[in-house]
């Protein structure tokens, strides 16, 4: 059940970002897609989200979830490292379709792509074994 959900708010957060950023609108955002034949994913090394295995693969989750999108909609993926700083300009150039990395979802990247509802949250917190803490 949870992978179903996941995979679900996945395909969520790529069709967002296709209707808020895709230059194309004479098609849909899956057309687009499918007819190229690729769906051209911006990402940055980012472990365990994205990385390198030792053949010089892209893996990690967002790069098998990406992969499996992909195969849902029966094409192909290309991942295209993108300079972070500029993930909002790639997508809105063309360059890439999506941007599918550990991405914080804020204000800047609302009003300039459609985003989806965040299909992982994480939090920075400080771990202490308990008799240290104790003495605080």
Request: hydrophobic share 45%; net charge negative; proline share 1%.
């Amino acid at each position: 059940m949870k992978k179903l959900l996941a995979m679900a708010m996945a395909i969520l957060m790529v069709f967002s970002c296709f209707a808020g950023c895709n230059a194309n609108t004479d098609q849909t955002d899956s057309e687009y897609v499918k007819d190229k034949g690729k769906l051209v994913v911006g990402i940055t090394d980012y472990a365990p989200m994205d990385y390198k295995d030792e053949n010089g693969e892209w893996t990690g989750f967002d790069a098998e979830f990406a992969r499996l999108f992909a195969a849902e909609l029966g094409v192909t993926v290309e991942f295209v490292e993108i300079d972070w700083d500029n993930k909002v300009f790639e997508v809105q150039s063309g360059a890439i379709d999506c941007v599918w990395n550990g991405m914080t979802i804020t204000a800047e990247i609302s009003e300039a792509c459609s985003v989806s509802d965040p299909y992982i949250n994480n939090s920075q917190v400080v771990i202490m074994k308990s008799d240290v803490v104790a003495n605080y």
